[in-house]
């Protein structure tokens, strides 16, 4: 088995994963507050992390890391990992699973953006195109159920891009920190989860919940919260940018099959307008920084 033959089954069966992110977050909101739900996820991926670095035997790495970014760890795991998180399971609960994907998506999108505002990152003016037309897309999708000019700019949709913004954010601030995988992922989950437990006096947090939510917010946590990105990272370091990009681009498609599948949501045809404006403003942004 070849390193490139090894990395695109990691990046798939990544992609799998993650793919099931937006039916499994909807299934969670539907039996328990997202507060809740977010926070059991958070404990789960936490502990999952901390148990591959006892396999690896490099739990003293966590200290390691810490004190070479002791500001940045905290910071990026509450924007990533906590506030991100309880923005995307809220957003479950006010509009479709399947309208929440694609603007979830819109994240690549707005990470153009805040690079060059956070960092000067020169973008071309194909890129910024690019992101004027998923930004289109964005618009019809929204006006999905009326005419294109009737945009409904519901709660739903504001949450579901303040996902996008934090996540693409959270993006932005890891790809310009260097540090080893593992641990630091660990030390990101482990901030945002005690993010959230200090929230624990402003919301509702259910402790007791039945077998099956315990099922499923472990399968969110351990899979493709914590496994799925270590997987992604290790395909990153083994295949060609391009192929990686174009695998993260079936995780939308997937993930629409999913619902479609399992929470029988029907995608009408303004939808699929909207969908496929921005997955090709995604993939062609996605080419063009590849030849440039």
């Avoid at 999952?48 to 910071?75: D, H, K, N, S, Y």
């Avoid at 924007?79 to 998506?105: D, F, M, N, R, W």
């Avoid at 959270?170 to 929230?199: D, R, T, W």
Wanted: glycine share 8%; aromatic share 12%; with cysteine.
């Amino acid at each position: 088995m070849t390193e490139l033959f090894k990395g695109t089954l990691f990046a798939l069966l990544a992609v799998a994963m993650f793919a099931t992110l937006g039916t499994g977050f909807k299934l969670a909101v539907t039996r328990m507050n997202s507060f809740s739900a977010v926070v059991w996820i958070g404990i789960w991926a936490t502990v999952a992390l901390f148990c591959i670095l006892v396999r690896e035997r490099r739990v003293g790495a966590i200290v390691t890391e810490f004190r070479q970014r002791p500001v940045f760890f905290p910071m990026a795991g509450m924007i990533g990992l906590g506030v991100q998180q309880i923005l995307c399971l809220k957003t479950y609960e006010y509009i479709p699973a399947s309208q929440a994907v694609i603007l979830h998506y819109t994240y690549p999108l707005m990470m153009l953006l805040l690079s060059w505002l956070l960092f000067r990152e020169k973008s071309s003016w194909w890129a910024l195109c690019c992101v004027a037309m998923g930004f289109i897309g964005v618009f019809v999708l929204v006006s999905a159920g009326g005419g294109l000019g009737d945009m409904r700019l519901s709660i739903g949709v504001v949450v579901a891009l303040g996902t996008a913004f934090s996540f693409a954010l959270f993006c932005v601030l890891i790809k310009h920190a260097s540090f080893s995988v593992v641990p630091g992922m660990f030390l990101l989950n482990l901030f945002g989860l005690l993010f959230l437990l200090c929230l624990l006096p402003l919301y509702p947090m259910q402790w007791s919940i039945s077998g099956t939510d315990m099922l499923l917010v472990a399968y969110l946590g351990i899979f493709p919260t914590a496994v799925a990105f270590l997987l992604w990272n290790r395909a990153l370091r083994m295949i060609p940018t391009g192929r990686s990009s174009n695998c993260a681009l079936l995780v939308p498609i997937l993930s629409l099959v999913c619902i479609t599948v399992v929470l029988k949501e029907r995608i009408d045809l303004i939808q699929a307008l909207g969908m496929a404006i921005v997955l090709v403003s995604i993939a062609l942004n996605v080419r063009l920084t590849g030849r440039s």
